[in-house]
């Protein structure tokens, strides 16, 4: 004769199967959410480190472009020469050479600012981007593995107009296309920077 099941009874097998099941779905579900968080966050910080790296490239770009008065674009838009203004005190009156390198090997823009123009004619005499590459691996750093740079933005070099010598009152495009986070949209930024006229500025560096 059938009896009522007793509290004491504990689980049927059915049950406890039915409840691992349950219980297997909603930790799953847990895990893909929490992942989920972490990815967002890591991608949220890629893109504040690329936007930052950004705005720290293009404001030196932007004072050295400003106060020069002379600037080159060699190498099809990965080079940029530039005979500027380093300070308004009296003892850089005469000027310093700066240089700009876009690395597409690792993924980075080198700078180089000096007195002497040594670094910036070597780069325009280099003979070869692996010789490029060589001549600037001493540079200043701009972008690294935390906020690696692809290239110009859509269908821009990343220094621009290329191939030509520009002058005052003449213009030249900085270009920044920077990877995020797993091939999420990338951060771009592209901007234009006239030169203002030096006549005072003596400075030959390229």
Known sequence: ??????????????????????????MTMAS???????????????????????????KAAEYDLRNAK?????????????????????ADDNGVCVAY??????????????LASTNTMAARDAASLTALRSLTANWTIYGDDTAPIISGSTG???FSPANVVVTSPG??????????????????FAKTIALRPQPDLTKICF
């Open 101 to 114: 390198f876009f690395d597409t090997a690792k993924q980075e823009v080198r700078r180089s600012s000096s």
């Open 32 to 58: 893909m959410i929490f992942l989920q968080i972490i990815e967002n966050e890591r991608y949220v910080r890629a893109t504040a480190q690329a936007n930052n790296t950004a705005q720290i490239l293009y």
């Open 156 to 158: 821009l070099p990343v």
């Open 1 to 26: 004769m059938n009896r009522l099941r007793d509290d004491d009874d504990g689980f049927t097998l059915a049950e406890l199967i039915a409840y691992m099941v349950v219980l297997g779905i909603l």
């Open 171 to 188: 213009s030249v495009t900085v270009s920044l296309r920077f990877e995020t986070f797993k091939n999420r949209k990338p951060v771009e």
């Open 70 to 90: 002379t600037a080159r674009v060699l190498w099809d838009g990965q080079l940029l020469l530039l005979s500027t203004r380093q300070a308004s005190t009296a």
